[in-house]
């Protein structure tokens, strides 16, 4: 049976994008972007979308370690040393920190959940969490749209030369899992010896 891949984007590409940017984050709303470039989409509603996942997902992961502090998956993330630098950037710029958290890397799950166990009042993080996500959904389907030509002209070159973007894949991935590693024992260092 011919599944017509244009008509779910179409039926569902918002579902997506909303499910994407709740669980996954950039790439998601950028994809959504993308989509968008294609007329697959509505651009405003791809961003809607984006920034509905986003802001409802923080808002959950916060309640959740408001009042269910002790629950195992709370507990696993509060042992990390990414977890201990929020609360220390959370002590020192509270506003600021609930504002960008969803923009550092290694804070989109530990940045809600440390907020969430701070003093920052509930009112406070929803409409600073409203802010930031707008803003967040914003730029990443912007970037999706607009650099939506250059994502195709990177297909049709991967199409008429895969070679060349085997190769580049391949070194783009050996750097991504280079600064992985250093990342990771920089953390386990920090978690060890630092907290």
Not at 61 to 66: E, H, L, N, Q
Request: net charge positive.
């Amino acid at each position: 049976m011919f599944v017509n891949f244009e008509h779910l984007i179409r039926m569902y590409g918002g579902v997506a994008i909303f499910l994407g940017a709740a669980i996954e984050g950039e790439a998601a709303v950028t994809t959504g972007g993308y989509l968008a470039h294609r007329g697959l989409v509505d651009p405003y509603f791809a961003a809607v979308c984006a920034f509905s996942g986003s802001f409802v997902a923080d808002q959950i992961v916060f309640f959740s370690a408001r009042f269910h502090r002790e629950r195992r998956c709370i507990v696993r993330v509060r042992g990390r040393a990414t977890f201990a630098r929020a609360i220390r950037f959370i002590e020192r710029r509270p506003v600021l920190f609930c504002m960008v958290f969803r923009f550092i890397y290694g804070m989109r799950t530990v940045g809600p959940i440390a907020i969430g166990i701070s003093r920052v009042p509930i009112a406070t993080f929803f409409i600073i969490n409203a802010v930031s996500a707008a803003i967040w959904a914003t730029i990443f389907t912007t970037i999706g749209f607009r650099f939506g030509k250059a994502f195709e002209t990177f297909i049709d070159r991967a199409i008429s030369d895969p070679w060349a973007i085997g190769g580049a894949a391949l070194v783009t991935g050996g750097a991504a899992f280079y600064i992985y590693r250093r990342y990771r024992s920089a953390e386990d260092r920090s978690s060890t010896g630092n907290l």
